[in-house]
């Protein structure tokens, strides 16, 4: 079972409210069991983590990434997180929002087949 900080739920539901336009665009292509047939949920707390989209059935997390995650500091961050997630034995996945809002048809065939 994944820990879950419930110190966290404040921010993940503004989150949730505040989502970007490529984490839009992401959601309005996988909720409501669009693919596979299987839920997704987003801004969901993960141990001390708030990850973008979680598919619990197929153990995976889909982080939208914008340009903060390409800088060291925010690259060194995402491996920390990266890391504690898959030793939770979860699968991640990780988009450039560019790449979200520039070719979501690749993004969504990618997460399709990990599913």
């Given at each position: 079972?994944?820990?879950?900080?419930p110190?966290?739920?404040?921010?993940?539901?503004?989150?949730?409210?505040?989502?970007?336009?490529?984490?839009?665009?992401?959601?309005?292509?996988?909720?409501?069991?669009?693919?596979?047939?299987?839920?997704?949920?987003?801004?969901?707390?993960i141990?001390?983590?708030?990850v973008?989209?979680?598919?619990p059935?197929?153990?995976?997390?889909?982080?939208?990434?914008?340009?903060e995650?390409?800088?060291?500091?925010g690259?060194?961050?995402?491996?920390?997180r990266?890391?504690?997630?898959?030793?939770?034995?979860?699968?991640?996945?990780?988009?450039?929002?560019?790449?979200?809002?520039?070719?979501?048809?690749?993004?969504?065939?990618?997460?399709?087949?990990?599913?």
């Open positions: 079972m994944l820990v879950y900080n110190r966290l739920k404040r921010l993940s539901q503004k989150l949730r409210t505040n989502m970007t336009d490529a984490e839009r665009l992401v959601w309005s292509r996988i909720r409501g069991k669009q693919l596979k047939g299987v839920q997704v949920y987003r801004q969901r707390i141990g001390n983590y708030i973008d989209f979680y598919c059935k197929a153990k995976l997390v889909i982080e939208i990434d914008g340009g995650h390409y800088k060291e500091e690259a060194k961050k995402d491996e920390v990266d890391a504690s997630l898959r030793s939770n034995g979860l699968s991640v996945l990780r988009f450039s929002d560019i790449d979200v809002l520039l070719n979501i048809e690749a993004v969504i065939e990618k997460i399709h087949e990990k599913m």
